[in-house]
């Protein structure tokens, strides 16, 4: 699409099915979401999406392909280039101005189970291996964003069906039966805690975010590179080396990350990482 989405789908904007709400209040029961608290809120909000948009009709979910042709090995690649957030939302926007559509666009900021109405929409499959959305043709490499429009569509999409392998494997201690314990996520410690960094993490190649369960699934292999220049890292950041790193300053921390996601971390959060990451 000119911009830029690789995958489009609408669903019915339903109550979401009873055993995933279900699935979800368990998660939530057992811990699972560690310090993110805005989880637990508004959780009936993300099972009824009227209560969210009072009138919405149809929910459009959107996906975009993030995966960078050149990659900085010391970050999770959806960080790479800009942050998804503004970027989507703002084409998000303009596609809702062109078809002058109304409702409303969300991009992982509001209460909204994404991957749920991603794999309703019929867009793509749910991975066994962290429970990411794999868009046939894409894989797991993708943003999501979701439309929640006031007017009936003519047709919705209904889930796929995955002719791939249900599991690779074990391969992350944060992953069991129940779902993803983010208290044992390496992106969740990375990203998310503040604090000290928990004792008992390998860090491995990345210090913000963590691939190994998205390179993990099989779907993986049908990643490709995006010619999405906002996900591209800058040539500032290939070119650091692990030298770099230690000798960060705050100044060029700015530099670095203006506009991306990896600011989440703050300076003080990265450099805790960072110190984490060289002594591994």
């Known amino acids: ?15 979401v099915a009873e055993s995933v709400a ?3 209040r368990r998660w939530l029961e057992l811990g699972y979401c560690a310090g993110m ?44 280039g800009k942050d998804y957030h503004d970027v989507m939302r703002s084409r998000m926007r303009q596609l809702m101005e062109d078809m002058g559509l109304e409702g409303r666009a969300f991009v ?21 291996n962290g429970g990411f959305i794999s868009v046939p043709g894409y894989g797991p490499t993708v943003f999501l964003g979701e439309l929640f429009l006031t007017s009936e569509a003519d047709h919705y999409g209904s889930p796929l069906q995955s002719s791939l392998p249900a599991s690779c494997g074990a391969i992350c201690p ?5 779902g993803l314990d983010a208290r044992r996520c390496i992106s969740y410690q990375t990203i998310e ?63 670095l990350f203006k506009g991306s996601a990896v600011k989440r971390a703050k300076y003080d959060g990265l450099m805790r990482n960072i110190c984490c990451w060289l002594s591994s």
């Open 1 to 15: 699409m000119r911009l830029g989405f690789v995958a489009c789908g609408l669903a019915k904007a339903e109550p």
């Open 22 to 24: 279900a699935h979800y």
């Open 37 to 80: 608290d805005y989880l637990r809120r508004n959780v009936e909000m993300r099972m009824q999406p009227d209560l969210l948009v009072p009138g919405v009709k149809t929910i459009v979910s959107l996906a975009m392909n993030f995966m960078p042709a050149r990659q900085q090995p010391a970050i999770s690649l959806y960080a790479q």
């Open 108 to 128: 992982d900021t509001a209460p909204v189970l994404e991957r749920y109405w991603a794999w309703r929409s019929g867009i793509g499959i749910i991975t066994q």
């Open 174 to 178: 944060a992953l069991t039966a129940e």
């Open 193 to 255: 805690h503040r604090g000290s960094f928990p004792t008992g993490f390998h860090l491995g190649p990345t210090f913000y975010g963590c691939d190994r369960c998205l390179r993990a699934n099989p779907q993986f292999a049908e990643a490709h590179p995006t010619d999405e220049p906002a996900f591209q890292p800058s040539d500032d950041l290939l070119n650091m080396t692990p030298d770099d790193w230690a000798h960060l300053t705050e100044d060029q921390y700015q530099s």
